[in-house]
């Protein structure tokens, strides 16, 4: 027995099972980021899209109602993954996946206390967070210099809002391994939230 | 010197090459160009095309049109547009000419 989804694909309402789930939600966020800056990227995602549905419903035919993760790893293979791009998109791509892996700094939405400063700091350094706070709570103390700090790191660092920043704030090479993990733990959080409401 | 890369760049010029030529035949469903660029084996993966098709037609020579499908959603139908049709003619004798350097070299 599994779990499933229910997702809409191109138009398409689709049963899906869970971990088909995450494969696939972690694919379209790859390909997401591939066409980020290409001027059409929504457009190029909803045609993509559309044809995913089509290649879905032929494989599921008119007896099976549940997309598996077969299903999706065989639509992927059709479809080809950011790496398979590489290939005809020469330039484009290797930019993107060379200065994709830098480290960035930003604020840590997830772990925040206050504004994520710290969170975002310690995500940086690879620290515990308790770090940076101890220090900032010293500067405070020791004049009220870590107020001020604070603030202007606060207004200076953007948030970390999607998968691809939040793997860039920890200085991961942001590639399909990385998001299926990264969207696995969000699914996780979201989860264990509804757990306990 | 990676010969690989050199390939990408061939391929790469002569697929939005392609892409014309099999429209200016007739109107296409993307998933039609996809079958007749795969049986030449200029395209291994779909996921290639769709950037490349909004690309042209962002470019002027491609448009498209919505029609009725049997079998699902609506689907996008491209065709090239009057300036598509001359951006192919300088295409088709730009490719002559670079077919006849090189076999000129090659001899």
Redesign the interface.
């Known amino acids: 027995m599994k779990v499933t989804l229910n997702i809409n694909i191109?138009?398409?309402a689709f049963h899906i099972d869970e971990d088909a789930y995450h494969d696939l939600k972690a694919y379209l966020r790859s390909?997401e980021l591939h066409?980020t800056g290409?001027?059409?990227a929504s457009?190029?995602m909803a045609?993509?899209e559309?044809?995913m549905?089509?290649l879905f419903?032929a494989r599921l035919g008119t007896y099976r109602q549940v997309i598996t993760i077969d299903d999706v790893r065989e639509v992927m293979?059709?479809?080809?993954?950011p790496e398979?791009?590489v290939?005809?998109?020469?330039f484009s791509a290797k930019e993107k996946f060379t200065s994709s892996s830098t480290r960035r700094m930003y604020r840590d939405p997830d772990n925040r206390i206050i504004g994520g400063v710290a969170a975002g700091l310690a995500a940086y350094w690879h620290l515990d967070p308790i770090i940076p706070r101890v220090i900032f709570l010293a500067l405070i103390f020791a004049g009220g210099l870590g107020i001020f700090a604070y603030l202007i790191l606060w207004i200076v660092l953007p948030e970390a809002r999607t998968t691809a920043q939040k793997i860039e704030m920890k200085g991961e090479p942001v590639n399909i391994h990385n998001i299926k993990e990264s969207v696995k733990n969000e699914f996780e959080r979201v989860r264990k939230n509804f757990k306990n409401i | 010197m990676n010969s690989e890369n050199a390939k990408a760049q061939m391929r790469k010029g002569i697929l939005e090459y392609c892409i014309l030529l099999i429209l200016s035949r007739s109107s296409c469903y993307a998933s039609d160009i996809i079958r007749e660029l795969r049986e030449v084996e200029l395209i291994v993966v779909e996921g290639t095309l769709y950037p490349l098709l909004t690309r042209q037609k962002n470019a002027g020579l491609l448009s498209y049109r919505w029609e009725e499908s049997q079998q699902g959603p609506p689907r996008k139908y491209y065709e090239l547009t009057e300036s598509g049709r001359a951006y192919l003619k300088e295409l088709n004798q730009s490719w002559n000419e670079l077919v006849e350097s090189v076999n000129r070299i090659r001899k």
Do not use: C
Not at chain 1, 87 to 90: A, E, K, L, M, P
């Open positions: 191109g138009g398409y390909l066409f290409e001027d059409s457009e190029i045609d993509i559309v044809r549905s089509e419903r293979k059709i479809m080809g993954t398979d791009f290939d005809q998109d020469t």
